[in-house]
């Protein structure tokens, strides 16, 4: 969904070495949420942000941390990447609605590779 | 630890068959959903269904939901090669913690 953007679509790096993962939205959205996906698998929740002052671990949060800037961008940081933190992340937002349902909004992906 | 678990992993169809993938849960939901992913691309919501419903139609596409097996069916009629893709469900639990668990997915293969 071109609403939902992802930089950088790929990138390589090595063990040791910071990355930051960056999402944006303009969508309008409140919520929105950082989850990985390894070959085969479904998706694994990292963080999620419910508005910008809301910030909750997800299932995997080890070795990950987040910062919701403003309401638009919602950003995923490896702080000493590790080999097996190579994967698929997405960033998606959500319309969440009183009553409890919501329709989520995935961007591109970003491609991560740990040497 | 997965709330959704979709069977079966992998389905080969030819054009024009219909495909059924279901998906099994474990706790009390407020909704399930389904999206689909084609290969390495975001996933695409296609539809929601609360727990108070049984069945819903969207297109090509329906949907079931049986809380007393906590199961639930997806069905893709006279299916396309285009609806090549893996296909997700998501359970929601509701609540103030309302967040979606995905599945694992099931990869539909449609033969021209």
């Known amino acids: 969904d071109a609403d939902v953007t992802q930089t950088p679509r790929n990138r390589i790096t090595k063990t040791g070495k910071r990355i930051m993962l960056e999402c944006s939205q303009t969508?309008?959205?409140?919520?929105m949420y950082w989850y990985r996906q390894d070959p085969g698998l479904g998706l694994q929740l990292i963080y999620y942000s419910f508005d910008v002052k809301d910030i909750n671990k997800g299932e995997i949060s080890d070795g990950y941390s987040v910062s919701r800037q403003a309401q638009a961008k919602f950003s995923l940081s490896l702080e000493s990447a590790i080999p097996n933190q190579t994967a698929l992340y997405f960033c998606?937002?959500?319309?969440?609605?009183?009553?409890?349902?919501?329709?989520?909004?995935f961007g591109p992906g970003t491609r991560l590779t740990v040497l | 630890s997965q709330q959704g678990e979709e069977d079966p992993q992998a389905l080969s169809i030819q054009e024009g068959e219909n495909a059924t993938m279901n998906c099994s849960y474990k706790t009390s939901i407020n909704n399930l959903q389904w999206y689909r992913q084609n290969s390495g691309r975001g996933l695409v919501h296609l539809i929601l269904?609360?727990?108070?419903?049984r069945e819903k139609h969207s297109g090509r596409l329906r949907v079931t939901l049986d809380t007393s097996k906590k199961s639930s069916s997806l069905l893709i009629t006279a299916s396309r090669a285009a609806d090549t893709a893996s296909y997700f469900c998501?359970?929601?639990?509701?609540?103030?913690?309302?967040?979606?668990?995905f599945g694992k997915g099931t990869l539909l293969t449609v033969n021209p």
């Open positions: 969508k309008g959205h409140d919520r």
């Open positions: 998501a359970t929601a639990l509701g609540g103030s913690n309302y967040k979606l668990t």
């Open positions: 998606a937002t959500s319309d969440y609605k009183a009553g409890g349902t919501d329709t989520q909004y």
């Open positions: 269904i609360r727990s108070n419903e």
